[in-house]
């Protein structure tokens, strides 16, 4: 069953703002594509005698853009690293009573962020701030921070949301929220890609060295 595209309100508020999530996260890709490629060009310019001017500054501005803007995709995809000792050994009402609990923390955590990313743009922007070098502004890098913490946030509160309701009742299905994998799951998984390395080529290979 999937739980992002069931009859409920808040599976249809987790695939919305999925969609918003992943176009962040592809925005946050392509920039580091085009890092890549800027580089090369940069290495070729300065070989010929010709390097790129504002190279520096422009690096360094845009690493804001995947620093921060696939933060939101990776906490709905339970990428981040979590310290899940203790939850592993907790079941039930317990279980997402404590995924609550440090959801709420997480949020008031990046609220305080939210606040004063959005005060070091807001000053950026009166003052005029720019890049030593190249003299780029810095606001657009500075104000990447706020809203890429705001999709955080908003995506911690529908997290909130979703233990709540495995808090009032345990035996639902889960929407919204990231589960821990069991070890069954993380072998099986294991296997999974194992099986997938052990494509056509592998198997030619082996053939040929059992006739020889």
Known sequence: MDATHDGSNLGRL?????????VFNLIAAFSIFFLMLLGVSQIVGR?????????????????AIFAFMGIAYCQRAGGHVRMDLVLRLLKGRSLWIAESLAIVLSMLVVAILIYYGYTH????????????DANFPVWPSKLIVPVAFSLLWLRLLLQLIGYIRMVVDPTRVPIGV????????VARQD???IGNDDGPDNKTTGQRGAGA
């Open 178 to 185: 990231p589960t821990i994998p069991t070890i069954k799951d």
């Open 47 to 63: 070989t010929m005698g010709y390097p790129m001017w504002g190279y520096i500054d422009f690096v360094e501005q845009s690493i």
């Open 121 to 132: 743009f807001e000053r950026a922007f009166v003052q005029g701030d720019s890049t030593i």
């Open 14 to 22: 987790d695939h919305m703002l999925g969609s918003v999530e992943t």
């Open 191 to 193: 296997i999974d890609t």
